[in-house]
């Protein structure tokens, strides 16, 4: 079922016209006499200023739309899919008066029952990312070719099929919250009253809402997709989104930080740091394991017992147990005993400066340092960017190898194949957002989980997860991380799901993890990419091939609808 029941009676439609000279990646396939006839493009120039600073709104309410048709292969199967590029108008709960303009990417495949076909919404984090990252670099019919985990050079740059589309499973809509890409709130309104934990995850629940109404899809099978800081706004919107009735089939949590209070734990992230070690060839062990996957669970189990252990003795000297983990932490580290001693072994450790001691110092003999995002990227004598918390960190070497070919190739893509202009400045990062971010957070318990007394951010979000999986008891939650990633380390994001308050051991068996050799954005490794795809295969199988489970879910989320009435 397309976005747009109405465009397939277009009388402008014309025989056999595609947007794109070749039939055999981008055209609806042809009839068995040879000829094809698809719907008509409808570009769109939208003239409205989005303006992504605090203060900044507009007055223009109209829910616009260029709808372009493509088709893709995906395994052995031709899709045909209409992609929708435009915006949505969400309204304030209460007053149902329009509070926000919402830009999003839709892809949908072509001919099937909406109620049959799962729809996944898919974000980035930040706070003040938009998805065009996610967008361009996982699972759409397109991605951008990069050199990952080397520099990708500058134009001309390819944009290609993407044979891990979740096009194959999945319709896909990709969000941008207030303030980034070309969202903006609608006066009376500005965009700082949606930069905050809370007010961005029940505006992101209003855009579900309206896409949903606007699209017939209320009875879909319903996902989220969020990444890095999108995986604590999955958190809070999941919840809220079952207490307004609307109740998911799955989740996907990729490069979790699911406690911010973890942030920095050396016993996290030293798993992480011994798997850069390992790939750069840096170990203090002969031979060197082969087996990625089995070393750093010997690592993990080493984190968690006399690496902890010997955290909260030091300095003791004396103390033979210190010596011993010291050796082992130099062993798994590549980093020699004195100098982990000078960081009172904390592999996380900052400098002054904000650069991480690890990834300055690894390859220090080379002139290079390691990216935070992904730690097989290296660049030339570049400061890890400031205080690696999981914001948009443009000096980074993982994010400077690709930022580029991002840049140009979402603008070619949205203006040339997707047939959306404006003259606005499209925000992918908008660092007035994560500046200007209410990090407080009440959770399912009425419990303030967002900041402490002193103003310092303490975000706690899997109690959210925990909550929504309890009373959706047939929620399927995938957690994804790569090895190399030094922002969110995947070990962290195990034990944020381990002492999450879950209790009931069968809701736990619908939590998955995954981990791969890869970053913070997954993806962007080709072979990760696919394994992800694979997983995510799975995950989808799963929830949705359960047809008794698809129908408690259903009935709930009338439940919930009936007694949102009542009250």
Same mark, same amino acid.
């Given at each position: 079922m397309n976005d747009q029941?109405?465009?397939?009676?277009?009388?402008?439609?014309?025989?056999? #016209?595609?947007?794109? %000279?070749?039939?055999?990646?981008?055209? %609806?396939? %042809?009839?068995?006499?040879?000829?094809?006839?698809?719907?008509?493009?409808? @570009?769109?120039f939208d003239p409205t200023a989005y303006g992504n600073g605090p203060d900044d709104w507009v007055t223009d309410m109209t829910e616009n739309a260029a709808i372009t048709h493509h088709a893709i292969q995906i395994g052995g199967e031709v899709i045909a899919y209409t992609a929708t590029a435009g915006h949505l108008v969400t309204v304030d709960a209460s007053s149902s008066q329009p509070d926000a303009k919402m830009f999003y990417v839709a892809f949908t495949k072509?001919?099937? $029952?909406?109620?049959?076909?799962?729809?996944t919404f898919f974000y980035n984090g930040g706070p003040g990312s938009s998805s065009v990252f996610v967008l361009l670099g996982s699972f759409a019919p397109k991605r951008i070719k990069t050199s990952m985990p080397g520099f990708t050079p500058p134009a001309p740059y390819t944009l290609e099929d993407n044979p891990?589309? $979740?096009?194959?499973?999945?319709?896909?809509?990709?969000?941008?919250?207030?303030?980034?890409?070309?969202?903006?709130?609608?006066? @009376?309104?500005?965009?700082?009253?949606?930069?905050?934990?809370?007010?961005?995850?029940?505006?992101?629940?209003?855009?579900?809402?309206?896409?949903?109404?606007?699209?017939?899809?209320?009875?879909?099978?319903?996902?989220?997709?969020?990444?890095?800081?999108g995986t604590a706004r999955s958190c809070v919107l999941a919840y809220r989104l079952h207490e307004d009735g609307v109740d998911l089939n799955g989740i996907t949590l990729q490069s979790s930080i699911l406690d911010y209070t973890q942030s920095g734990d050396p016993v996290g992230a030293l798993?992480?740091?011994?798997?850069?070690?390992?790939?750069?060839?840096?170990?203090?062990?002969?031979?060197?394991?082969?087996?990625? #996957?089995?070393?750093?669970? /010997?690592?993990?189990?080493f984190a968690r017992?006399?690496?902890?252990?010997?955290?909260?003795?030091?300095?003791?000297?004396?103390?033979? &147990?210190?010596? &011993?983990? $010291?050796?082992?932490?130099?062993?798994?580290?590549?980093?020699?005993? #004195?100098?982990?001693?000078?960081?009172n072994l904390d592999v996380a450790a900052y400098d002054s400066r904000g650069n991480s001691l690890f990834l300055t110092t690894l390859l220090k003999d080379k002139g290079v340092a390691l990216g935070s995002y992904d730690g097989r990227v290296t660049a030339i004598d570049t400061g890890i960017a400031g205080s690696v918390d999981p914001n948009?960190?443009?000096?980074?070497?993982?994010?400077?190898?690709?930022?580029?070919?991002?840049?140009?190739?979402?603008?070619?893509?949205?203006? /040339?194949?997707?047939?959306?202009?404006?003259?606005?400045?499209?925000?992918?990062?908008?660092?007035?957002a994560f500046e200007n971010w209410n990090f407080g957070h009440v959770d399912p318990t009425g419990a303030q989980k967002g900041v402490d007394a002193h103003g310092n951010v303490v975000l706690y979000t899997a109690g959210d997860l925990a909550a929504v999986m309890a009373l959706n008891p047939d929620l399927r939650v995938l957690s994804a991380n790569g090895y190399y990633d030094f922002v969110t380390p995947f070990y962290q994001t195990v034990i944020d799901?381990?002492?999450?308050?879950?209790?009931?051991?069968?809701?736990?068996?619908?939590?998955?993890?995954?981990?791969? %050799?890869?970053?913070?954005?997954?993806?962007?490794?080709?072979?990760?990419?696919?394994?992800?795809?694979?997983?995510?295969?799975q995950l989808y199988q799963s929830a949705v091939a359960d047809g008794r489970a698809v129908a408690r879910i259903r009935a709930l989320q009338r439940m919930s609808t009936m007694s949102g009435m009542h009250h």
């Open positions: 029941p109405n465009d397939q009676n277009d009388p402008n439609d014309q025989p056999g #016209q595609t947007d794109d %000279p070749s039939p055999a990646t981008d055209a %609806p396939a %042809p009839t068995g006499n040879g000829r094809h006839r698809s719907p008509a493009d409808q @570009p769109c072509d001919g099937v $029952l909406a109620q049959d076909r799962p729809v891990d589309s $979740l096009l194959d499973r999945s319709d896909l809509v990709f969000v941008n919250p207030v303030g980034t890409g070309y969202s903006a709130a609608i006066a @009376p309104h500005h965009n700082r009253d949606f930069w905050g934990v809370d007010q961005d995850a029940d505006s992101l629940k209003q855009f579900i809402k309206r896409y949903l109404s606007a699209n017939d899809r209320w009875n879909s099978p319903k996902f989220l997709y969020g990444e890095s800081y798993p992480t740091a011994a798997s850069d070690a390992w790939y750069h060839g840096r170990l203090g062990i002969t031979p060197a394991p082969a087996d990625l #996957q089995a070393f750093v669970a /010997e690592v993990a189990q017992t006399d690496y902890r252990e010997a955290l909260a003795k030091f300095p003791d000297a004396k103390n033979p &147990a210190i010596a &011993a983990a $010291l050796d082992t932490l130099s062993k798994y580290t590549g980093i020699d005993t #004195q100098t982990l001693s000078a960081w948009s960190g443009g000096n980074d070497p993982t994010m400077t190898a690709v930022s580029g070919v991002y840049t140009a190739m979402w603008n070619s893509y949205l203006n /040339e194949t997707l047939k959306f202009r404006t003259n606005s400045s499209f925000t992918d990062l908008n660092d007035q799901l381990q002492k999450m308050p879950l209790a009931d051991q069968k809701v736990r068996n619908n939590l998955s993890a995954r981990f791969y %050799p890869s970053g913070h954005m997954v993806y962007l490794d080709n072979g990760s990419r696919t394994a992800l795809k694979a997983d995510l295969a």
